[in-house]
């Protein structure tokens, strides 16, 4: 990257980061973001500020969202999601997770150390918020790491819960080898029709050595979410002309986004540390579309890891209550095999899977996905397998649909 380009980036992180800094002002004077006193360690004496967002009527369905990561806040980024689920009568709360955005300082505004980051502990925060808003019982609504969480509240807290979205889950972290698999099967080996072309031709500029081989896992499945198998043939062809832009780009956003936080939106500096001790385990294999080698890089200077906090796939057979585990057709992080899984593991489970949608349907989709949280806590979850295309069907439009419209439209007219 020249200086130039640098020194650009520089100062749109600096602006990003002013922006943001004004907007969370505001929101800190708003009545509906409270902050709560927390241990920062069970049984310890100092303490932190924690923050969590109410919203919506009072003695309607309280609905508690988790947002994934780890390393996304709840605060700001979510502020549309809350509102949609607050017309949907919902009594919404949502927790700033320790150690992200308003929750990430001590009493004395100093970054909370790795020992006060684990799962249980996020999983105590939630319960201590359900006090403060003398609520018994909630709907949980858990995405990606969010539904990680959701399912560690639902084991050490199950007398809180009065249903649960588990949205592109995953349980154990060997899920993550699952979804490695997953992602070669599709792209690299062309087991399904719809991607035997994209993945041949894949195969052949890897092989000839146009594209490198410990790039492919953090560009492909990127493309391939937003867009799925057109979009990926887009990016090879253009690969293929010598036109780098798009591949270059993604490559450095996909880097930056693990190594550069983005204040109160995805703050993965102190989390991570959770999450190499605790969630990820996975190693690069050398072979093609590794999406552990962005990971092991970024690893560096985080606690190895020591282990899951329990096990969950036992867990998840005395969940009692009504639960959709939700899954999106082009989800190449937490990939259908589990999440059928899942489903088959819980006494009161059914799959509901979405067509064409990435990762994520909270964050992609958020009209469906909390139509799908109305109808678990109407009793009704049975009925959302059927439903789901008429919910995709539904108006609503992310930031990452936008995101795959620039991407064709940059591969149609980049030049080399």
């Known amino acids: 990257m020249s200086t130039v380009d640098t ?202 050595g146009v594209i490198p081989v410990e790039e492919t896992g953090s560009v492909i499945p990127v493309f391939y979410e937003l867009g799925g198998p057109a979009l990926v043939d887009r990016l090879l062809d253009a690969v293929a002309a010598g036109r780098w832009g798009p591949w270059r780009w993604m490559h450095r956003v996909a880097d930056e986004e693990l190594g550069k936080p983005s204040r109160y939106v995805l703050e993965l500096d102190l989390v991570s540390a959770m999450n190499y001790r605790e969630l990820y385990d996975l190693e690069p294999d050398g072979l093609p579309l590794d999406q552990a080698v962005a990971f092991a890089k970024h690893a560096k200077g985080f606690p190895a890891f020591e282990g899951e906090p329990r096990c969950l796939l036992s867990a998840l057979e005395d969940f009692s209550w009504p639960t959709a585990v939700l899954t999106a057709e082009r989800d190449l992080r937490t990939v259908r095999p589990v999440a059928e899984r899942t489903a088959r593991l819980l006494p009161d489970g059914v799959l509901v899977p979405f067509r064409d949608m990435p990762h994520s349907v909270l964050d992609n989709h958020p009209v469906a996905a909390l139509n799908a949280a109305r109808g678990v806590a109407l009793g009704r979850h049975h009925r959302l397998p059927a439903m789901a295309p008429k919910l995709a069907s539904l108006p609503s439009r992310s930031a990452r649909s936008l995101l795959g419209l620039g991407l064709r439209t940059w591969l149609t007219v980049a030049r080399p």
Not at 118 to 132: E, F, I, P, Q, S
Not at 139 to 151: D, E, I, N, P, T
């Open 7 to 208: 020194e650009w980036d520089a100062r749109r992180e600096r602006k990003r980061d002013q922006r943001s800094e004004r907007v969370i002002a505001e929101f800190r004077q708003r009545p509906s973001v409270r902050r709560l006193s927390r241990p920062m360690i069970e049984g310890g004496s100092r303490r932190f500020e924690l923050t969590y967002v109410r919203e919506g009527s009072r003695g309607a369905t309280p609905l508690l969202i988790l947002p994934g990561g780890p390393g996304l806040a709840s605060v700001l980024p979510y502020h549309r999601q809350r509102t949609l689920a607050a017309r949907r009568e919902f009594d919404v709360i949502m927790v700033e997770h320790r150690g992200i955005g308003l929750s990430r300082h001590d009493e004395h505004g100093h970054d909370l150390p790795f020992g006060a980051l684990t799962v249980d502990a996020a999983a105590d925060d939630l319960a201590a918020v359900l006090d403060d808003c003398d609520i018994d019982r909630a709907v949980v609504f858990g995405s990606s790491y969010g539904a990680y969480l959701a399912q560690t509240f639902g084991a050490k807290h199950p007398e809180r819960v009065a249903g649960m979205v588990l949205d592109s889950t995953y349980s154990t972290v060997s899920d993550f080898a699952v979804a490695r698999d997953e992602v070669r099967r599709l792209l690299w080996h062309g087991d399904d029709p719809a991607t035997a072309c994209v993945a041949a031709k894949l195969r052949e500029l890897v092989d000839s």
